[in-house]
């Protein structure tokens, strides 16, 4: 080897390495662009790798079912194993004090939500979550969805007890979902806590299913925000009636006298109030007003009105406290769930 060949060869070693430290640069680089916003993974080991638009799953993953979660707080996607995924939504959902076949029961009703927007499992993704290419939603808009570091700060000491429980209520419910007519119902809808009866979901959602009928409930009366009272003064009320009415004509002297409720529902909710000689929906109403509920009455108490509700949330499919009333009684899950969604069967599916 002589002095000159010695030279080239030492040169082009210096460069090769050169080039292998510049490539793992830009890659280090392009990862990290790539997850500073976008598809925030959760467990590197556990998730669907994306190839384009389509899931590419291993043979591993294929017995794990995912659910691609918009989070909104943080304007990311994670991609999370449905049963992680599940235990979030049950403890953001339903006090984990609650009876455990209740907790059964809301996570049937959670995960049965879930597969009806998993785009991959041919469900309609939110319109939300569809946005950033995503299944669902972590608001109110779908289903609540915390983390464990949420867990803690909520349960704090009772954090391992209370996730435990939750991790049972989905592990021993794992693949269970509520059919009509053999198929998974698209609609598991659930709230707070009814007035006595749940709702007829065409006066909430403007849309009939015959699962989401008006049936009794039982135990929701124990809920901390069963009974409510609103004060509104006499001028708001009618200020806030005329701006979003046009036309609307009120007069304070004789307010009391301009309201008239004229139907209520099935479940013994507002359905038509008169104000004025404007006509409107009692769901309308509650929204105008950020109600607990459409079942209310008012009464005039000077320069104010009083609105006194009874109930929490919308009250179509499954109460919550009525259901963990109906498991205080030794009702199963299963049970829970076909009273609440009339003429279903529980099903394990996967």
């Known amino acids: 080897m002589n002095k000159n060949n010695y030279k080239v060869n030492f040169f082009d070693i210096i460069i090769g390495v050169l080039s292998i430290v510049l490539f793992l640069f830009v890659t280090t680089l ?33 017995t794990e079912v995912y659910i691609k979660v918009y989070i909104t707080e943080k304007d990311v996607v994670e991609v999370i194993p449905l049963g992680i995924y599940l235990k979030g939504v049950v403890a953001a959902e339903m006090p984990a004090e609650f009876n455990l076949e209740a907790l059964k029961a809301q996570s049937v ?36 969805y915390i983390g464990e570091s ?33 198929e998974p119902i698209d609609s598991p809808y659930y709230f707070a806590a009814s007035s006595g009866f749940t709702e007829n979901s065409e006066e909430v959602f403007s849309e009939a299913r015959p699962y989401l009928t008006s049936v009794q409930s039982y135990g929701d009366s124990d809920a901390p925000k069963f009974s409510s009272t609103m004060k509104i003064n006499k001028i708001d009320f009618i200020k806030k009636i005329k701006d979003n009415y046009k036309g609307a004509t009120l007069y304070k002297n004789s307010l009391m006298d301009q309201i008239n409720i004229t139907q209520r ?40 009105l009083i ?10 499919g499954m109460s919550q406290w009525g259901a963990n009333g109906m498991a205080k009684i030794g009702k199963k899950f299963d049970q829970i769930l076909k009273h609440y969604y009339s003429g279903t069967e529980i099903r394990k599916i996967f």
């Open 30 to 62: 392009l990862v990290n662009i790539g997850t500073g916003k976008g598809v925030n993974m959760v467990d590197e080991s556990e998730l669907i790798k994306e190839k384009g638009n389509k899931y590419n799953i291993s043979e591993r993953e294929k």
């Open 109 to 144: 009703a959670a995960r049965t939500y879930a597969l009806s927007h998993i785009k991959q499992y041919k469900g309609i993704p939110c319109i939300r979550a569809k946005e950033h290419e995503a299944d669902i939603c972590d608001s109110t808009h779908c289903q609540v």
């Open 150 to 182: 949420d867990m803690k700060n909520i349960w704090g000491e009772n954090y391992k007890k209370y996730h435990e429980k939750i991790s049972e209520a989905v592990k021993t419910t794992e693949g269970v979902v509520i059919t009509y007519n053999g």
């Open 265 to 304: 529902t099935d479940a013994g909710n507002v359905k038509q109030i008169n104000i004025g000689n404007i006509s409107l929906k009692g769901t309308e109403f509650r929204k105008l007003f950020l109600l607990n509920s459409a079942d209310f009455i008012l009464s005039d108490e000077g320069e104010d």
């Open 307 to 316: 609105v006194y509700c009874q109930g929490y949330g919308h009250e179509v």
